[in-house]
């Protein structure tokens, strides 16, 4: 009795010790990122004339869009036969992007997975639904960049990036197609792990109808923030640049996906937004290229500290772990395959 009494206290002391390590590491990545992104905005030419109904439109609608993501992690989740509450379902995914800041991005899922385990959820099908989650966001923004870059090609007749768009919606949609994220299941043989895996192979195309009106009015919000972020710097770009912006935002975002080993896209997204929007703001500024890295900059410092503020609101109210339903789906899990 008293060496497993000594066991159950080392591993819980080990467990603290881990969290605490994750804390740390945490807070270094974090503040390693403001530190790079201030630098940017200091060591550039571009001067900045603050808008604050640009930032203050940047912030809310950066603020607004992430549910959408989150909503459609619990509605996965559900047809995947778990019965986690809404709310438990955002507060995981909200936290976890502070794990996004860690190269290799695990920690996302260390985080989301970690705060949403318990009796109506199983850790294996949590990790499993966080990856379709995620690869169905960025095959919904490969898709509009897609989109738009094909409409911009009516306009201007330049059709270089089209492969690049088409290529990127390709390497991120294929994996999500139910049949083919059947096979991934399989051939890494999760099922092994957890008798609730088998649930997958009742995955249906349903799961995808819910997902992509979401991912859609998520990339929109997102590309209305950085919309707004380029007005917030005080560079007079009009809101015809809105569908332009979309892309912008959306191409890099899904690149820096790509790259699972940088933190956050950190680096990969920067580079492809001062790339792409530096002809599009030709037009507005007199040194294009400096305010593109200027916007890229404050982007990635106001939606960091969006996501910390959303965060911190949420961590401490960890709501009820019973089955509650979301915000217009009430009932079991199996009304909604």
Known sequence: MMDRWKNKRLLQTVVLLGQVALVVLLFVAIWGTLQKAWTQIASSEFVISWSGPGMVLAAVAYGLC????????????????????????????????????????????????????????????????????????????????TAVLLWWTLHTGQTRLIPWAVGLFFVVAIPIL??????????????????????????????????????????????????????????PIPISEFPICLAVMAGAMVAGFVFVFMPAGLGVREMLLTGLLTPVLAGYTPNPEAAALVAAAVLRIEWLLVELVLAGS?????????????????????SLK
Not at 105 to 110: D, E, P
Not at 314 to 334: I, L, T
């Open 66 to 145: 992430l549910p959408f993501p989150a909503t459609y992690w619990y509605f996965a989740l559900r047809h995947l036969g778990q019965r986690p509450t809404w709310y438990r379902a955002v507060r995981a995914h909200l936290c976890g992007h502070a794990g996004k800041y860690i190269p290799g991005k695990i920690f996302v899922v260390l985080i989301r997975a970690g705060l949403l385990k318990g009796k109506n959820v199983d850790t294996t099908v949590c990790v499993l639904s966080i990856f379709l989650e995620g690869l169905l966001q960025m095959a919904v923004g490969a898709f509009l960049v």
């Open 314 to 334: 949420v961590y401490g109210f960890p709501g009820q772990k019973e089955n509650a339903g979301a915000p217009g789906c009430h009932g079991s899990g199996d």
């Open 178 to 235: 139910p049949p083919v994220f059947k096979r991934i299941v399989k051939f890494l043989g999760v099922k092994k792990f957890s008798t609730e895996v088998n649930k997958v192979d009742q995955l249906p195309w349903k799961t995808f109808l819910w997902g992509i009106p979401l991912m859609l009015g998520f990339w929109t919000l997102l590309g209305l923030s950085y919309w707004g972020t380029i007005r917030g710097i005080g560079v």
